[in-house]
């Protein structure tokens, strides 16, 4: 059974950094696009960053463009989103997903993503 778990979030102060952590089950992910998204309070699901097939990274929002990097580690099946210059804006809960089928580039919308973690909750406040 295919299963992603996120981790890492916590309360950070403005201006700082986490590192969030997406283990995949069920699969390996040495390849495949995963894409990184947020959910704020009382607002819809947003993009944040995605790893393409290749291994490089595509902005899905232009409000976290230069402070968020998603990497990937093979030999521990998980991709990591590196938050840098965390802002208050950026409170929700972050979900790591990927598409149902193989693709090389990285889907922007949250339709085109099938298979969904349960969410971290990443909270930047003074």
């Known amino acids: 059974q295919l299963q992603l778990v996120e981790s890492g979030g916590g309360l950070v102060q403005p201006g700082g950094s986490l590192r969030l952590s997406c283990v995949a089950s069920?699969?390996?992910?040495?390849?495949?696009?995963i894409g990184w998204f947020r959910q704020a309070p009382g607002k819809e699901r947003e993009g944040v960053s995605c790893?393409?097939?290749?291994?490089?990274?595509?902005d899905l929002s232009d409000s976290m463009k230069g402070r968020f990097t998603v990497s990937r580690d093979n030999a521990k099946n998980t991709v990591y989103l590196q938050m840098n210059d965390l802002k208050p804006e950026d409170t929700g809960v972050y979900y790591c997903?990927?598409?149902?089928?193989?693709?090389?580039?990285?889907?922007?919308?949250?339709?085109?993503?099938?298979?969904w973690g349960q969410g971290t909750q990443v909270t930047v406040s003074s």
């Open positions: 997903a990927r598409p149902k089928s193989i693709v090389t580039a990285c889907p922007r919308w949250v339709y085109e993503y099938h298979y």
């Open positions: 069920g699969f390996t992910l040495d390849y495949d696009v």
């Open positions: 790893i393409s097939r290749s291994g490089g990274n595509t």
